[in-house]
């Protein structure tokens, strides 16, 4: 099996599905690699290092397509993409197929098989979601004080406000591995933090983490108070599954918002969490809507692409290999948190809550699988 990395063509993606060292593993293991040329290049890696490491570097992303069958990237495919896959591939990315039909029903008419970084599925803990998590809760903190400026469209507040004045107030909606760390830069950066979540465990593990910070349990009534008295609100709402995220803010509750105020939606692959919520880019990263400024980039931890490379891949490569030395079917067979990452199989959805979301019917992986 010949394993290949395209160069990321989504907008502002400079991530890559494989660094050198990578390469050297799995040559090591006795498979191919191909790389398409400058495929690196984004993240610090040339053709030059992933060469001298055993890779075979390819002009272009047809010929990459052409003659690989383990397509391993981060973003999901492009149209373009789309149009370059087959049957015999196996698709091996993010895919937050609930976020777009039209990717859905173009995987099944090419009859790819496809796993889903983010629904890989370990012990209840998913592995590959969780590095990039972490990089976009952090980033976040960072973003919404940046955009809290009057010059980047915000109320002109200061997270740690000055003496005499309130540090700004921030909302965290969800106490996830992003929750978690945009807690933990929001507090650094000395704001007012309020972290809400549906259950109590993860809360109670965030306060001993950080005592400084508030906790509440989500109901409507108090999301809806906390919510208008916030300077920055950041949601990192995450469904099991791959379902839609849920539409916690509407346009009526955004209009109360505080004016100048910033919402951060790091739930925006999975659709967001807001009505008024779109997925926009690092090169235009937020709009304005109701006085509130909309941060809804759909690859955050793409502003900081060799950290995110070496994070992801960190976590991806041993699933690689495996992939590459059994082949699709065992190498889930043997290792079910890969079959949990299972979202298309040949012409057949097997994500439950994609294939209600979209009204596409829905196979067990179990009831297809050759």
């Not at 599905?17 to 890696?45: D, K, L």
């Not at 929750?179 to 109670?204: C, F, I, Q």
Request: charged residues 20%; proline residues 4%; aromatic residues 8%.
């Amino acid at each position: 099996m010949i394993i290949g990395i395209p160069k990321e063509i989504k907008t502002d993606e400079f991530r890559v599905g494989a660094t050198p060292q990578n390469v050297s593993y799995w040559v090591s293991e006795g498979h191919n690699v191909c790389i398409q040329a400058s495929a690196g290049e984004g993240s610090g890696f040339d053709d030059e290092e992933y060469r001298q490491n055993g890779a075979t570097i390819l002009p272009t992303i047809e010929d990459l397509y052409a003659k690989s069958t383990l397509i391993v990237k981060v973003k999901e495919p492009q149209p373009l993409e789309c149009t370059l896959l087959n049957e015999n591939h196996i698709l091996f990315c993010y895919l937050h197929l609930a976020s777009s039909q039209e990717l859905t029903k173009a995987l099944l008419q090419k009859k790819v098989r496809a796993i889903a970084y983010e629904a890989v599925n370990k012990n209840g803990e998913l592995p590959l979601l969780q590095p990039m998590s972490e990089i976009a809760g952090k980033s976040s903190a960072i973003s919404g004080a940046y955009y809290l400026s009057r010059y980047q469209g915000g109320a002109g507040v200061m997270m740690g406000g000055a003496l005499g004045v309130d540090n700004a107030k921030v909302l965290i909606i969800g106490a996830g591995t992003a929750g978690r760390h945009a807690a933990k830069y929001a507090v650094g950066l000395d704001g007012d933090v309020t972290v809400m979540n549906r259950s109590t465990p993860k809360l109670e593990a965030l306060k001993d983490l950080l005592p400084s910070i508030k906790t509440e349990i989500y109901s409507a009534q108090r999301f809806e108070e906390l919510l208008y008295q916030s300077d920055l609100v950041i949601s990192t709402v995450l469904l099991a599954g791959g379902s839609a995220a849920p539409k916690l803010i509407t346009k009526e509750m955004l209009s109360k918002m505080k004016k100048g105020s910033v919402f951060i939606d790091v739930s925006i692959d999975q659709g967001g969490t807001a009505q008024s919520s779109r997925a926009t880019t690092h090169s235009n990263p937020i709009y304005i809507e109701d006085g509130v400024v909309h941060y809804c980039v759909a690859n955050i931890p793409g502003a900081y692409p060799k950290t995110a490379t070496l994070a992801i891949t960190n976590a991806t490569a041993p699933y690689v290999n495996l992939l590459a030395k059994e082949g699709f079917e065992n190498a889930i067979k043997k290792d079910k948190s890969l079959y949990e990452g299972v979202n298309v199989y040949k012409e057949h959805l097997t994500n439950e809550a994609v294939a209600n979301l979209f009204d596409i019917e829905y196979k067990e992986l179990d009831e297809v699988l050759e």
